[in-house]
T-cell receptor, first 113, second 114 residues
């Protein structure tokens, strides 16, 4: 039972355009979400997070939006750059089990020059 | 200096063998983890340790035994390797065990069991 889902395995965008990566969750106990970015042969690195008390969090070119009623979050990258090409994972920590992060299966983003 | 380092990066071995993966973090974090990325690319937690104490053991076969000699190290020993153990194993650490702490990952160990 996958509680965090990224239904798009891949996304291809042109440099300078917007990239939108989506994530859905089913567990109402999740109230904090993180996005990680992973390059080949490296471990995931933290990108941005959002708490359920907010519906938007922005950090430079990266913005995460949270729609609690739809149990949906999205990561916007504007403008997209070739160096953003990576796998993006959304993740949620379990409220009652400290340290347990549930990850989506990732979306491969390719930004073309 | 690599914050979370794990060795080896690649491990190719025969079924039935016993192998270990080592992990060290120099961030001064209290909490360390092992995650497994399977063939479907899901990252799933296996174990977490906080100050050398086992916190999470996520229904992992007991052929997998983590060992934390101190809070900077968390090693993973696997007995009687099976084909299904082939995966990428990531070590990670976080400052504390609280819910919203971000994780710092090592670069992974790709295990191939033949």
């Amino acid at each position: 039972d996958q509680q965090v889902k990224q239904n798009s395995p891949s996304l291809s965008v042109q440099e300078g355009r917007i990239s939108i990566l989506n994530c859905d969750y089913t567990n109402s106990m999740f109230d904090y979400f993180l996005w990680y970015k992973k390059y080949p042969a490296e471990g995931p690195t933290f990108l941005i997070s959002i708490s359920s008390i907010k519906d938007k969090n922005e950090d430079g070119r990266f913005t995460v939006f949270l729609n609690k009623s739809a149990k949906h979050l999205s990561l916007h990258i504007v403008p997209s750059q070739p160096g953003d090409s990576a796998v993006y994972f959304c993740a949620a920590p379990h409220l009652l089990l400290d340290g347990k992060l549930t990850f989506g299966q990732g979306t491969i983003l390719t930004v073309h020059p | 200096d690599t914050a979370v380092s794990q060795t080896p990066k690649y491990l190719v071995t025969q079924m039935g063998n016993d192998k270990s993966i080592k992990c060290e973090q120099n961030l001064g974090h209290d909490t360390m983890y092992w995650y497994k990325q399977d063939s479907k690319k899901f990252l799933k937690i296996m174990f977490s340790y906080n100050n050398k104490e086992l916190i999470i053991n996520e229904t992992v076969p007991n052929r997998f035994s983590p060992k934390s000699p101190d809070k900077a190290h968390l090693n993973l020993h696997i007995n009687s390797l099976e084909l299904g153990d082939s995966a990428v194993y990531f070590c990670a650490s976080s400052r504390t065990l609280t819910v919203n702490e971000k994780l710092f990952f090592g670069s992974g160990t790709q295990l191939s069991v033949l």
